[in-house]
């Protein structure tokens, strides 16, 4: 079981552009299939966006579509989250996953992830 950690959270204006990161130790990310959740304060956690274990899937909330893009840097055991366009209901706790959520049809929920972050906080101001 490997362990994840995000980075790159901050307070950042409407409109403006934020990079998280995860890094992943003791688990090879093209082996598993790896995903973006948050959970704004006082509500549930939901998906983000996910890549499947190849690279060449991507599947987006539709709140999000547009203007985040995830990507996976296989040489340094990586995930992102490119965030642009940041609007004040963006805000929460971001959290990385990985899991074999493509296999079991579970691609955009969080129950296709067993392993999960720490989270890192986004906070957008209007």
């Known amino acids: 079981q490997g362990q994840l950690q995000e980075s790159g959270g901050a307070l950042v204006q409407a409109g403006g552009s934020l990079t998280l990161s995860c890094t992943a130790s003791g688990r090879t990310l093209s082996s598993v299939d790896s995903a973006w959740f948050r959970q704004p304060a006082g509500k549930e956690r939901e998906f983000v966006a996910c890549?499947?274990?190849?690279?060449?899937?991507?599947y987006y909330a539709q709140s999000v579509k547009g203007r985040f893009t995830i990507s996976r840097d296989d040489a340094k055991n990586m995930v992102y989250l490119r965030m642009e366009d940041l609007k004040p209901e963006d805000t929460a706790i971001y959290y990385c996953?990985?899991?074999?959520?493509?296999?079991?049809?579970?691609?955009?929920?969080?129950?296709?992830?067993?392993?999960w972050g720490q989270g890192t906080q986004v906070t957008v101001s209007s």
């Open positions: 996953a990985t899991g074999n959520a493509f296999y079991q049809s579970l691609a955009s929920s969080d129950l296709g992830y067993a392993d």
């Open positions: 890549i499947n274990r190849s690279g060449r899937t991507t």
